[in-house]
């Protein structure tokens, strides 16, 4: 995965914790491309792409990571406090929703496919 990761073919996020955590638990992998994301997975899953594209979006932050906790999962913290989710053509439910309101964050933002992908220029 080292040498994908090197040759900018995938990007590896952390998880958003203490510092064992972001560097012995999984990361999430997100392809570079989203032409090779569909040579090997097809149409199976449109949020997954959606949550990828706004990955490509915010990858030049220093600090990015995905939020873990309770085994409720939301996609970016950004290193100076703003929590995104991204949803396509879904809600979040209603765990997700507990996690989102409760964390402590500067500025929450969901962005949705359709109505708020345009926030993404103003994150």
């Given at each position: ?68 906790d309770g ?45 708020k992908l ?6």
């Open positions: 995965m080292g040498y994908f990761e090197k040759t900018y073919l995938v990007h590896l996020l952390p998880r958003f914790g203490k510092i064992n955590e972001t560097l012995l638990v999984a990361k999430k992998i997100y392809i570079c491309d989203l032409g090779i994301k569909y040579l090997f997975t097809g149409e199976r899953n449109l949020g997954s792409y959606f949550e990828n594209y706004v990955f490509l979006k915010l990858r030049k932050r220093k600090e990015l990571y995905y939020l873990y085994g409720i999962e939301l996609d970016f913290v950004t290193g100076d406090g703003i929590l995104i989710e991204s949803k396509f053509n879904t809600e979040m439910n209603e765990k997700q929703k507990v996690l989102f309101e409760s964390f402590k964050a500067e500025r929450k933002v969901v962005i949705d496919s359709v109505k345009g926030i993404l220029d103003d994150i």
